[in-house]
């Protein structure tokens, strides 16, 4: 009788979590139908359909960080932000997305709510927003308008460098890279004949 190997998966991409046992190959199809029902993988047809013909990089790598919501204008992150004020980071590229994915790419302003229910998405639940972007407002990043219930938020030059730097940073690992890297962990760790070194 052959032997099938088995691999266990954990994963937790933003809100979407992932758990799952069994051989590799049946292992593979769910995680892709999983990232697929996630939204965080589109079908391949419908991605060569979307994607662009022109070979700009910055549109290239627009869809490899971002994911947009045309029905409900919203734009969510593909990619995983981690550091020290990663809840500014990600809303730095957020505030980048709505610009350059659904605006017109003049800094145009995006509404708190807009921007909050962005941030959730991509997996970001900071208790207040605006003290989490405090520090890029005072350092010339962000530029806040209106009040209380109707605050906006939009970058300004300084801030949209930065955040073109944060999206070459974070886009070179998208979502899908850092889930076959995972399943590849996961096969490694259950192969009781590799090796492992370091």
Not at 24 to 38: F, G, I, K, Y
Not at 51 to 67: C, E, I, K, N, Q
Not at 161 to 171: H, I, M, S
Not at 177 to 190: E, G, I, K
Request: hydrophobic share 40%.
């Amino acid at each position: 009788m052959p032997c099938v190997e088995r691999i266990k998966l954990r994963m937790k991409i933003g809100v979407h979590e992932f758990e799952a046992e069994g051989p590799r190959d049946v292992l593979t199809a769910q995680l892709d139908t999983w990232l697929r029902a996630a939204g965080l993988r589109t079908l391949p047809a419908a991605d060569d359909a979307a994607r662009p013909a022109a070979t700009d990089p910055a549109s290239d790598s627009r869809l490899r960080v971002f994911r947009v919501d045309g029905e409900h204008q919203l734009v969510v992150l593909r990619v995983d932000v981690n550091g020290r004020r990663r809840n500014a980071d990600t809303a730095l590229l957020l505030l980048h997305g709505f610009d350059t994915c659904l605006g017109g790419g003049d800094g145009a302003e995006t509404a708190a709510v807009r921007l909050r229910t962005a941030l959730a998405a991509s997996g970001c639940r900071p208790r207040r927003m605006d003290r989490s972007l405090a520090p890029y407002v005072v350092a010339g990043l962000i530029r806040k308008g209106g009040s209380h219930k109707h605050e906006t938020y939009a970058l300004t030059a300084a801030g949209t460098r930065r955040a073109v730097l944060l999206a070459r940073r974070f886009g070179a690992t998208t979502v899908t890279d850092q889930a076959s890297a995972a399943l590849s962990r996961a096969t490694m760790a259950n192969d009781p004949n590799s090796s492992t070194s370091g």
